[in-house]
């Protein structure tokens, strides 16, 4: 929506980080969603990728 409203990526940034302070995503996650609007996706949320899926390490992972 924000891409339709010609609003800057920087603009929403610092108002994010205004009020969520370093919990905020950087700029460049701003910048990434502001393209994808533009052209014409409607979510941020990752396409699925080919591959294996990456896995989490924890530590009953480290145990095994």
Do not use: C, Y
Request: charged share 30%; net charge negative.
């Amino acid at each position: 929506m924000s891409a339709a409203l010609h609003i800057e990526p920087i603009a929403i940034h610092n108002e994010l980080h205004t009020v969520f302070g370093d919990e905020a995503p950087p700029l460049r996650t701003f910048q990434r969603w502001s393209k994808w609007f533009h052209d014409g996706r409607e979510e941020v949320e990752d396409e699925e990728r080919p591959g294996r899926p990456i896995t989490e390490i924890t530590s009953e992972n480290i145990r095994q």
